[in-house]
């Protein structure tokens, strides 16, 4: 079990899942991925991060206005991401990286993007440290994923699917408000989209 909640693992499961990632996400995400972004009212010539970005179901929600940053761990999702910002006639930079050990400048983004990451990504505190780090002071973040708000609220079912489902796709135990603590960061909104799915938005 220890190749579970690596980048390893996560390189090996995206890979496998890149060809169907749409066709399972697409849908059910698409008005939680539009109310993150439209929401935090992106500015012309804003630069934004998206961290953990996958095949790009963001990118649709953004401006060619926009400069745009695209990180993913897996390289056959980074490929799918940027035949879809073609086509979208958006200008990305799209690379393999690490979103625990970012490549990027501190306070390099005004924008910073985290949808289904931090309940997927090994050390979801170190990722969430990085994102502070290249948010500019006054920049915002969105975070869209699925969160236990208290400990209490992991029932018995959740923490018995818990090992299976962190090994298949995510971890369903994380909470938001532990991984947050461990910045500056200040958060604003705290919402509950669904049954297991929250939008958490604040600046640096």
């Known amino acids: 079990m220890a190749l579970v909640s690596t980048n390893t693992w996560n390189r090996i499961r995206y890979t496998i899942y890149q060809p169907i990632y749409d066709l399972l996400l697409e849908g059910y995400f698409y008005k939680f991925r539009k109310r993150s972004i439209e929401s935090l009212d992106i ?21 060619p206005d926009h400069h745009i940053h695209a990180i993913d761990i897996t390289p056959a999702m980074v490929r799918k991401l940027q035949v879809r910002a073609q086509k979208l006639g958006l200008n990305v930079s799209a690379q393999t990286g ?3 050990n970012l490549i990027f ?9 985290m949808h289904l990451i931090l309940a997927v990504i090994p050390d979801a505190k170190a990722c969430i440290k990085e994102a502070e780090r290249v948010l500019k002071t006054g920049g915002s973040f969105t975070i ?16 018995l699917i818990n090992p299976l489902s962190n090994i298949i796709a995510t971890n369903l135990n994380r909470d938001v408000d532990e991984i947050l603590a461990y910045t ?3 958060k604003s909104i ?14 640096k």
């Open 43 to 63: 500015e012309p010539g804003a630069s934004v991060l998206i961290i953990g970005a996958g095949t790009g179901l963001d990118l649709e929600f953004l401006s």
């Open 98 to 100: 690490d979103g625990q």
């Open 105 to 113: 400048n501190d306070e390099e983004f005004d924008i910073v993007i």
């Open 144 to 159: 869209m994923d699925k969160f236990i708000q208290k400990e209490k609220e992991s029932g018995l079912f959740r923490r």
């Open 184 to 186: 500056g960061l200040k």
């Open 190 to 203: 705290h919402l509950k989209l669904s049954s297991i799915f929250w939008l958490i938005q604040g600046t």
